[in-house]
């Protein structure tokens, strides 16, 4: 990513990605997109959503496509899909990211042989999703990880810690959890909860687009250095 890219030039951008007069984010139909500059080239990845039942997977991914944020939880039934544009600088190239967001309900895993492999074919990233109040989850992580994701799928995977701010609940350390990036070489973001309606929402998910954008890219560029 440009170093200046996050102070100047982003803002003028993801305006296009706004409701005009607001700050709320536009959904964009199948065959609609941003209206950016004809010459960035638009790119498309799928990123699997994984974690146990109540560990915040469509919070995540209702905050990473602006859509409104459930006051409480509802099990995903099947499977539910949401896509997200991002345009961001690579180097001096402005570029139009797609990503396509799965989530699956843990029953519907369980109970569907075809959920899982469905949203594990052609994956990009894996979302590994869980909770910072708890510990169960916390501790079953590394059986998700081997689940969720296979060395042939050449995925990308990231951890997702939501509840952050609830410090006086939680269950996980910040230790634990530098100690499991070192261990697996997985980085981790910390989601907080959504901003009030007076706060511009896009600048507080920018951080998180940024890194899983610019992540997903230096993957890309990682498998094309490797020789068949």
Known sequence: MAPEWAIGESKGYQQKLL???????????LLEKPNLP???PNVTYKLFMYGKVSSGKTWTMNRLSGQEVPSHHIETVGIQCSHVFWPMKIGNRLILFRLEIWDAGEASVKRYNHVLPACREGVDAVLLCFSLTD??????LPHMLATASQPTDRAAVI???TR???FANREVTEMELESFEATHGIPVLKMVASPD?????VSSIAPVLNFLCKRLWQRDQ???SIKP
């Open 19 to 29: 409701i005009p007069g607001t700050n709320k984010r536009k959904f964009f139909g």
């Open 222 to 224: 990682e498998l094309l």
């Open 197 to 201: 309606d007076h706060t511009d929402e």
């Open 164 to 166: 952050c701010e609830q």
């Open 159 to 161: 951890g997702i810690a």
């Open 38 to 40: 004809p010459s960035a």
């Open 135 to 140: 510990r169960e989850g916390w501790l079953d």
